[in-house]
């Protein structure tokens, strides 16, 4: 039986076009979540903080170089150096006992962009991790604008 306990909880955030904030349930009170779901959360919050972001806090090498292709052009190298810097990142969460596959995707093949013809910078990031104390993987999925805005 999984050790549930292993992957924590946390507070559960909305996400947002800028990025995200804290959820309430319905009376108020903080909502919350845990298992797999919270580790989704956690790397997707990994990933999306510049590393040395948090280091005023004591936290000098959680993050990630993800925002160093913002600006590269979308082609293989680029998505070549992002996988690269997901890897990277994904073996710095103690929660993950293993990366599955990272595909990253252009926007026209993504089924959850709308405008998809429209957005040739946007890739499309999946990622599968198996966590501590299971067996079965967690899928994560995510958009990433390569353009700068």
């Known amino acids: 039986m999984a050790d549930f306990d292993a992957l924590k909880s946390d507070i559960k955030l909305s996400e947002w076009e800028y990025g995200a904030e804290i959820s309430y349930d319905g009376n108020g009170d903080l909502e919350t979540i845990s298992e797999e779901f919270n580790l989704a959360q956690a790397i997707l919050h990994r990933f999306r903080t510049g590393r040395g972001e948090l280091s005023d806090i004591?936290?000098?090498?959680?993050?990630?170089?993800?925002y160093d292709v913002i600006g590269e052009p979308n082609n293989t190298i680029t998505k070549n150096k992002l996988s690269n810097i997901l890897r990277e990142?994904?073996?710095q969460e103690t929660r993950v006992k293993e990366?599955?596959?990272?595909?990253?995707?252009?926007?026209?093949?993504?089924?959850?962009?709308?405008?998809?013809?429209?957005?040739?910078?946007?890739?499309?990031?999946?990622?599968a991790v198996i966590p501590i104390n299971r067996n079965e993987p967690i899928k994560i999925s995510f958009?990433?604008?390569?353009?700068?805005?």
Do not use: A, M, R
């Open 58 to 66: 004591g936290f000098p090498k959680y993050g990630s170089d993800i």
């Open 89 to 91: 990142t994904l073996t």
């Open 99 to 127: 990366i599955v596959s990272i595909f990253i995707i252009d926007s026209k093949n993504c089924p959850d962009i709308i405008d998809s013809k429209n957005c040739p910078d946007i890739v499309c990031v999946e990622i």
């Open 143 to 149: 958009s990433l604008n390569l353009d700068v805005i």
